[in-house]
């Protein structure tokens, strides 16, 4: 799979997890089967259903920048450094969900994992691009 492809996947992806996170600010999921089940409060679910939204809104631009489908408002470095976090957080979910209390929370774990990979794919076909370029140079 090539780096383009992955990332046109993973915006994808992210474009119907914000649409989830919109649902439950809607109300249209109840917010007590998702974050383990912690939101007791509808103020803690705009707070953590935000922060969420907002979060993807920046992968989506960080995977645009990217792409070079958008222009850099950041360093390519930066944005480098911001897709090795996103993979960290995305095998970290992934164990998390294994473990989770709820079922509906587990089938996560497929999701998280594919975009750990996804994103490894679009780092590692960077660096191999990049080792090309610098050989034919």
């Not at 649902?23 to 917010?31: G, M, R, T």
């Not at 709820?102 to 089938?107: G, L, Q, S």
């Amino acid at each position: 799979m090539s780096s383009k492809t992955a990332i046109k996947v993973m915006l994808w992806m992210l474009i119907s997890v914000i649409l989830f996170h919109l649902s439950i600010v809607l109300k249209i999921v109840p917010y007590e089967i998702t974050w383990g089940g912690r939101l007791k409060t509808d103020a803690e679910m705009y707070v953590f259903e935000s922060i969420s939204i907002l979060i993807n809104l920046f992968l989506c631009a960080i995977l645009l920048m990217k792409s070079r489908d958008i222009r850099e408002f950041i360093p390519m470095k930066i944005v480098n450094i911001a897709l090795w976090i996103f993979l960290v957080l995305f095998v970290l979910n992934t164990i998390g969900n294994l473990f989770a209390k709820t079922n509906f929370e587990k089938v996560f774990t497929l999701w998280t994992l594919i975009s750990a990979s996804l994103i490894w794919i679009i780092l590692r076909k960077d660096k191999n691009e990049h080792k090309i370029k610098e050989t034919v140079s």
